[in-house]
T-cell receptor, first 113, second 111 residues
Framework: AAGVIQSPRHLIKEKRETATLKCYPIPRHDTVYWYQQGPGQDPQFLISFYEKMQSDKGSIPDRFSAQQFSDYHSELNMSSLELGDSALYFC????????????FGEGSRLTVL | SQELEQSPQSLIVQEGKNLTINCTSSKTLYGLYWYKQKYGEGLIFLMMLQKGGEEKSHEKITAKLDEKKQQSSLHITASQPSHAGIYLCGAEKSGTYKYIFGTGTRLKVLA
């Protein structure tokens, strides 16, 4: 069965550079969530989208922005990268009217040097 | 604010032993989800519990939600090295569309 696809899987950037992460949800899923997981920490909610509209916002820095496109894929844009942005970024998808469980991608590991 | 507390924080067991992980909420849960994360990898959905007193099993893992829907337990029978990882409980924060996670339990199974 198709799962949530994230790309790239690994990304290395310098401080003050920009990075873009992509997430392709499971087919027919209309809701996408982004999470950031720092080393040894639990996933922290960043932002979510339902039907291409932002549905909720968590602890997402102003330097970050995200959107969901008409094909339901989502992109997380991170600018002016800082060392502390080094983390595993997870995307999850769900079906809004479904039972509610999230299905996670394998994550994109961002390293900021 | 609603929080999910897990216990224990970490657990080291000998292969073949049984173990239990608990997840406690400060508010009534309307859906409790268990996930497993292998170190540095994605989260894998294990089970979902919605009704008070509900119990589900998959292979050697059993999850229960208490009648008051504020506590859930995850029980692993005859643990194996493949069970090692981080176990997270998750729930939708009531009144929002945010998904919150428990504090995590790091499990190591010694062969």
């Amino acid at each position: 069965a198709a799962g949530v696809i994230q790309s790239p899987r690994h990304l290395i950037k310098e401080k003050r550079e920009t990075a873009t992460l992509k997430c392709y949800p499971i087919p027919r899923h209309d809701t996408v969530y982004w999470y950031q997981q720092g080393p040894g920490q639990d996933p922290q909610f960043l932002i979510s989208f339902y039907e291409k509209m932002q549905s909720d916002k968590g602890s997402i820095p102003d330097r970050f922005s995200a959107q969901q496109f008409s094909d339901y894929h989502s992109e997380l844009n991170m600018s002016s990268l800082e060392l502390g942005d080094s983390a595993l970024y997870f995307c999850a998808s769900s079906y809004w009217e479904g039972p509610g469980e999230l299905f996670f991608g394998e994550g994109s590991r961002l390293t900021v040097l | 604010s609603q929080e999910l507390e897990q216990s224990p924080q970490s657990l080291i067991v000998q292969e073949g032993k049984n173990l239990t992980i608990n997840c406690t909420s400060s508010k009534t849960l309307y859906g409790l989800y268990w996930y497993k994360q292998k170190y540095g990898e994605g989260l894998i959905f294990l089970m979902m519990l919605q009704k008070g007193g509900e119990e589900k099993s998959h292979e050697k893992i059993t999850a229960k939600l208490d009648e008051k829907k504020q506590q859930s337990s995850l029980h692993i029978t005859a643990s194996q090295p493949s069970h090692a990882g981080i176990y997270l409980c998750g729930a939708e924060k009531s009144g929002t569309y945010k998904y919150i996670f428990g504090t995590g339990t790091r499990l190591k199974v010694l062969a």
